[in-house]
């Protein structure tokens, strides 16, 4: 069921209809790149924590962990930041998203 069905095709229930549609779709694009930014600085910031307390307990002569989670630390290190930096640049440019529904709906038919 379309807009034009509930509110007919007046030009104004159209831009309120769109408004509300690009609101939904910004606020969607916001939480979703906010929360995996989030997600991957604190697992960035985990696996640089990992590699500094491997390295105190290497210098004291004990070991901390197993090698294949001080590989994987390094991994996340050096993905991290790339992938963090590509997260925010795709939120940004998924905004033309909601600027083109919003256009769409104030377009005359």
């Known amino acids: 069921m ?6 007919g095709n007046h030009p104004v229930a159209r831009k309120i209809v769109a408004g ?4 939904v779709l910004a606020d969607l694009i916001i939480g979703m790149a906010a929360f ?10 985990f696996s640089l924590g990992w ?3 491997t390295a105190e307990f290497q210098a004291r002569g004990m070991t ?29 440019r998924a905004f033309s998203l909601p600027r083109s529904v919003y256009r769409a ?4 038919h």
């Open 2 to 7: 379309g807009a034009h069905v509930i509110f």
């Open 36 to 45: 995996s930014t989030i997600v991957l600085a604190a697992l960035w910031y």
């Open 20 to 23: 509300g549609g690009a609101f």
């Open 51 to 53: 590699l500094q307390l």
């Open 64 to 92: 901390f962990g197993s090698a294949w989670q001080l590989d994987l630390a390094w991994v996340e290190l050096m993905v991290g930041l790339p992938l963090i930096v590509l997260t925010v640049i795709l939120g940004v």
């Open 105 to 108: 709906g104030k377009a005359p």
